[in-house]
Nanobody, 131 residues
Framework: DVQLQACGGGLVQAGGSLRLSCVAS????????IGWFRQAPGKEREGIACISGSISTALYADSVNGRFTISSDNAKNTVYLQMNSLKPEDTAVYYCAISRTASRGSELLKLWMLSALSDYWGQGTQVTVSS
C-alpha cells in the first residue's frame, strides 16, 4: 500500500526554521512527483513546493519562494521541506502528496501544484508560527 508518513511539524517563532520530512513507501519513487501542500484555516489547500526527480525540476509557490527548499533522498524514499524565515502566515497543516502525471514535465508539475489534485495524500502535520 502507498504510505506517506510526514513528520517535523511543530511550534516555532517567526523567523525560525523547521524541516518537514515525508517518508514514502509502496510505490516506485522515481515514477512520481512528490510535493508539499498546506491548508490554513478558512483557506483552500495551497501547493507549496513540488519536485520531480525524473525531470530534475522543483517548483515553488511565490509565497514561499526563497524561503523554503524541497529536496529528496531517493535512496531513503524521503522528501524534505526546509522552511526558513518562517512567518505567522505560514501557519497551516502541511501535507505530503504524490502525483504520477505531474512527474512527466514541468508544465504538469506546475498544474499539479496549482490544482492540488494528487494520487495519494499523507497525513497532515501542523506547523504553527508565532509572532
Amino acid at each position: 500500500d502507498v504510505q506517506l508518513q510526514a513528520c517535523g511539524g511543530g511550534l516555532v517563532q517567526a523567523g525560525g526554521s523547521l524541516r518537514l520530512s515525508c517518508v514514502a513507501s509502496g510505490f516506485t519513487f522515481d515514477d512520481y512527483a512528490i510535493g508539499w501542500f498546506r491548508q490554513a484555516p478558512g483557506k483552500e489547500r495551497e501547493g507549496i513546493a513540488c519536485i520531480s526527480g525524473s525531470i530534475s525540476t522543483a517548483l515553488y509557490a511565490d509565497s514561499v519562494n526563497g524561503r523554503f527548499t524541497i529536496s529528496s533522498d531517493n535512496a531513503k524514499n524521503t522528501v524534505y521541506l526546509q522552511m526558513n524565515s518562517l512567518k505567522p502566515e505560514d501557519t497551516a497543516v502541511y501535507y505530503c502528496a504524490i502525483s504520477r502525471t505531474a512527474s512527466r514535465g514541468s508544465e504538469l508539475l506546475k498544474l499539479w501544484m496549482l490544482s492540488a489534485l494528487s494520487d495519494y495524500w499523507g497525513q497532515g502535520t501542523q506547523v504553527t508560527v508565532s509572532s
